[in-house]
């Protein structure tokens, strides 16, 4: 049975061409870049190449560009590390609701010594209103974290309307945008976007797992979260991860190129999704804003089963997807992005994402048209909620 | 794979799904906010259950869990069946992931809210189907593993905490099961929880 992966934000394979990139320094271009012999010269000028694709691909400065080993690390590293560099001039943070975790823990454990924070509603969509940020601000509020785009329902936030609310109200606050799973999908430019800093990772647009970035604003002050030697600047002590970087590199300058292309393909299979799920199978709500969506994104409420029963139908079928279901997470906990948009819980425990990748075809929306009215009926047959619910509608 | 081939089987293939019209006793436990749900159906003739059917909303483990357990009773005595335990369920379907023991495996609760609602019938003190809460599963007993990280857990119940992710653990008054401290709502059940 051929595989249908719809799972993008989980994880992405590789673009053609990046490993080929990498190879060389898994192989005999092992040095250090920190190496001042021939060797590690090669591999520092492949970690250069790397930081000017990187920086390009979203307008910033090869400078401001410093590498990190995950999304999550370089999160971290911003809500930390600026908030920390900041005390001296307050110490309130604005972060929203539908924040990944790597944002919404490391601002709980900033609230644990001392910092304040406060959680910005978002509405139906999943939109998060620039005029409620900047209503949330105070006089002592020292940075705003906003994600560009939500994994989980597909809403790209407006970034640059909101960093425009915030440095008009409160011009010494720091704002940075978690751009995990919109970088390299949608075009960025943090010049546009009027950001001080950025997160992105590699592996969202085809580059290799472990790589990923966090562009800083020149001259914005950042108290280091891994303190070691002099890489990165000081700002991030360990040796470079070569291979990652290069890879990353090649996956940004591919993903510059080929945008238009893919987002032109995507939209149209990802519109085939939100269109034609909920009219083959009565009760499946689409779910984030349609207005403002990534392009890869199909997700949806299920109403009447749970949605790791749904995965693991889809699966037998062959297709991979996902759901942040409360069955589905290890926590066990309902989806705090569905229930901050006002999903009830027993709906929320239907949560399905269908996440395109770059080499996903009109077949493989076909097979998912095939597979999931099926999958759905049988589940239903045996959810007590659906019973009920017909015995409630023949009446 | 996070299940084991038997707990697949059952979830593909569950047997003695459906509803009974006529059924003898009726339960049900857990709630769509939990994320499981399950009902039970039994028919009892000469104090053997002739028929169980069972219906569940809920994951992977949920599904399996109500499938053994119909299988586990059918063709049982009622007091045989009475002694089927959640414990015996999951050694049954070869394991289960230590998170889902506490939360998806009811089915043996729901089986005996069934029975119950069969005796209470008999005996003339219920004529309908009856609701058996879930805290009789885990009443009075502190977690054996965190419900975030699966990691061990220390102290007495409702003192507990977690020593791999230094979690306090609250015991939810509705529902029995432990949620993170810092929560308002319980995690499992949507409860108040109340300190």
Redesign the interface.
Known sequence: MKRVYLDHIAAAPLAPGVFEKMRPFLEAGFGNPQSLHSDGQAAAEAVEEGRERVAALIGAAPEEILFTASGTEANNLAVKGLAQGRRAKGNHLVVSAIEHASILNPVKTLEKSGFQATIVPVDRQGRIDPAAVAGALRKDTILVSVMTANSEVGTIEPIAEIVRAVKAEAPGALVHTDAVAAAGNIPLDVEALGVDALSLSGNAFYGPRGSAALFLRKGTKLVPQTEGGVQEGGRRGGSEDVPAIAGMGEAALLAAAAMPERTARMTVLRDRLLDGLPRRVERVYPTGSREHRLPYHASFCVE???G??LL?GLD?KGIAASSF????S?????SHVLLAMGWD??LA?GSLIFSLIETTAEADIDAVMDAFPPVVQRLR???????EFLKETRR | MIYSDKVMDHFQNPRNVGTLPDADGVGQVGNPVCGDMMTFYVKVKDNRLTDVKFQTFGCGAAIAVSSMVSEMALGKTVQEAMDITNEKVAEELGGLPKNKMHCSNLGADALHAALENYQARKAGTASGPAAAGRERAAEGAAPDHCPYCDGPVQGPPNMCSCKTCDLDLVECGHCHLYTNGAETRCTHCGAQLER
């Open positions: 009447f089963v749970e790791e029963s693991l037998f279901s409360a069955c589905t290890k926590s066990l906990k309902a819980h027993a425990q047959e045996m959810s007590p909620l659906y019973t």
